[in-house]
């Protein structure tokens, strides 16, 4: 393996473990479940594509093969849906948010729609 | 060089997933605890990723794509569940809450 190939390993795996660090950080200092989520989908995803990235440039293209790149295609699949599953959850449901807790969109929460008239 | 690199990036791995250990036991509501779940899944895909890295093999590729396939199918599950739960519970007084 040359020289340049090895230090490219080790940025994108640093870079890689800084970013999962980092949100792991936001999912523990953001103050609500949306912002954890949020802090979740995005530096999760990019952290694990770094850190597979990385691998794939160690073992070469002989050895990873389209193993990895699967594996890259899967994480950028899976992790932002599943962020996006639980954010639709705690939108849907008004769970504690921070703030005064409102969102500017153009409907109403399904949880407002769905007390009773009162009076 | 290189192996002083890993691990620390083995050392940075380790304190993400205590902070994702810790959000699962604080965790205020149930929705931060599944998100906490599928970050320390996503660390030990990590793991598993740096440790292909560290012994130069390529025989743990599998078990990245099961153990990131098995977090995503548990949260899309738990999620699934929770969501039927609350709608069930919005229809009546008490809603369901965790």
Avoid at chain 1, 38 to 61: C, P, R
Avoid at chain 1, 93 to 107: E, L
Wanted: proline share 3%.
């Amino acid at each position: 393996m040359s020289a340049w190939r090895e230090w490219l390993v080790m940025a994108f795996s640093l870079a890689g473990a800084c970013s999962v660090l980092i949100a792991l950080l936001g999912v523990v200092r953001l103050p609500d479940a949306l912002c954890r989520a949020h802090a979740l989908g995005k530096g999760m995803t990019l952290g694990l594509v770094l850190l597979l990235a990385g691998l794939w440039l160690s073992l070469g293209w002989e050895r990873a093969g389209l193993k990895v790149v699967a594996a890259i295609a899967f994480q950028f699949l899976t992790i932002p849906v599943a962020s996006h599953l639980l954010a639709r959850l705690v939108f849907e449901n008004s769970y504690p948010r921070h703030g005064d807790g409102s969102i500017d969109v153009d409907r109403t929460d399904r949880s407002e729609r769905a007390q009773p008239p009162s009076g | 060089m290189n192996e002083a690199i890993l691990h620390l990036d083995f050392g940075l791995l380790v304190v993400a997933t205590l902070l994702g250990v810790w959000r699962l036991a604080v965790g205020p509501t149930i929705v931060d605890r599944i998100l906490a779940f599928d970050a320390v899944v996503l660390c030990a895909v990590g793991f598993t990723v740096l440790l292909s890295n560290y012994w130069g093999s390529e025989h743990f590729l599998e078990l990245i794509l099961i153990t990131s396939s098995l977090g995503f199918f548990g949260t899309v599950a738990l999620a699934a569940f929770l969501r039927r739960t609350e709608d069930r519970g919005q229809s009546g007084e008490g809603r369901v809450r965790w």
